[in-house]
C-alpha cells in the first residue's frame, strides 16, 4: 500500500510540474498585473461606502428593530430623485 501511495503522490508531482512547465512568464505576468489592478480599483471604492455621519445618529436613535418605514424616511434624502 505504501508504494501505491509513492506512485500516487509521484503521478500528482509531475501533473503539477507539467502544468507549471507549460504557462510562460508573460501569462503569470498578465494575471499579477489584472489582480492588482482590480485590487487598485476595488479598494478605494470600499473606503468611501461611509454612512454620514447625521444619519448614523439617526439610525443608532431608532435602536435595533426592524423598523422599514422610519428607516425609508431616514434614508429617502440619499436616493436619486426622478428627471
Same mark, same amino acid.
Not at 503522490?9 to 512547465?21: E, L, V, Y
Given at each position: 500500500m @505504501?508504494?501505491? /501511495?509513492k506512485t500516487h503522490r509521484h503521478k500528482i508531482t509531475c501533473? +503539477? @510540474?507539467r502544468t507549471a512547465q507549460g504557462t510562460s #512568464?508573460?501569462?503569470v505576468a498578465r494575471v %499579477? +498585473? %489584472? %489582480? $492588482? /489592478?482590480g485590487a487598485g480599483l476595488m479598494f478605494p471604492t470600499m473606503a $468611501? %461606502? #461611509?454612512m454620514p455621519p447625521d444619519i448614523a445618529?439617526?439610525?443608532a436613535a431608532l435602536g435595533r428593530v426592524v423598523d422599514p418605514e422610519n428607516t425609508g424616511k431616514i434614508y429617502a434624502p440619499l436616493q436619486e430623485k426622478e428627471p
Amino acid at each position: 500500500m @505504501t508504494d501505491r /501511495l509513492k506512485t500516487h503522490r509521484h503521478k500528482i508531482t509531475c501533473n +503539477i @510540474t507539467r502544468t507549471a512547465q507549460g504557462t510562460s #512568464q508573460g501569462n503569470v505576468a498578465r494575471v %499579477a +498585473i %489584472a %489582480a $492588482l /489592478l482590480g485590487a487598485g480599483l476595488m479598494f478605494p471604492t470600499m473606503a $468611501l %461606502a #461611509q454612512m454620514p455621519p447625521d444619519i448614523a445618529e439617526k439610525v443608532a436613535a431608532l435602536g435595533r428593530v426592524v423598523d422599514p418605514e422610519n428607516t425609508g424616511k431616514i434614508y429617502a434624502p440619499l436616493q436619486e430623485k426622478e428627471p
